[in-house]
């Protein structure tokens, strides 16, 4: 997501993750804020159109797989974003957090489409690291609050 469309003032997304009594500055504030913007849902389209323009439509198991795995991903992405390691060394953690769905994202594009599973993830892997990256970022630039909220505390 480009970090310059990303509201951070979001009074929006702030007043429903509050309504929920979930206070800024904790993990799942965060893992709320993100909620909102679809970012995980973003993450996997785009993984989806990039696999179906070169391979045509996802059959159910592929599709289940794929979103399974950008689910892991982004997860572990913001999971990692309180950590204080640069943003590309926490991407890389929560894509090898991702082994167990990965594999199962290689056997269903075999199966789908013939194709090397290992040398698909390969090829995707540069993808998901940076949106694991921009996961962390988003992450990082909503945790606390809209700047008012934090000016106010």
């Given amino acids: 997501m480009d970090m310059a469309a990303l509201d951070l003032s979001g009074p929006q997304d702030d007043a429903h993750c509050r309504s929920l009594l979930i206070i800024p500055g904790e993990l799942v504030y965060a893992q709320c804020r993100l909620a909102l913007r679809k970012t995980y849902l973003n993450n996997y389209s785009a993984r989806k ?10 059959d159910e198991r592929l599709d289940q797989a794929l979103r399974a795995d950008a689910f892991c991903n982004y997860d572990e992405a913001v999971k990692a ?62 945790i606390q609050g809209p700047p008012t909220t934090v000016a106010a505390n």
């Fill in 49 to 58: 159109i990039a696999i179906q323009q070169q391979y045509g439509m996802l």
């Fill in 81 to 142: 974003s309180i950590e204080v390691q640069d943003e590309l060394s926490l991407a890389e953690i929560a894509y090898a957090s991702c082994g167990t769905t990965r594999e199962r994202l290689q056997e269903e594009i075999v199966s789908a489409t013939g194709v090397d599973g290992f040398a698909f993830t390969a090829a995707e892997r540069p993808t998901v690291i940076n949106q694991n990256v921009a996961a962390i970022r988003e992450s990082r630039a909503v």
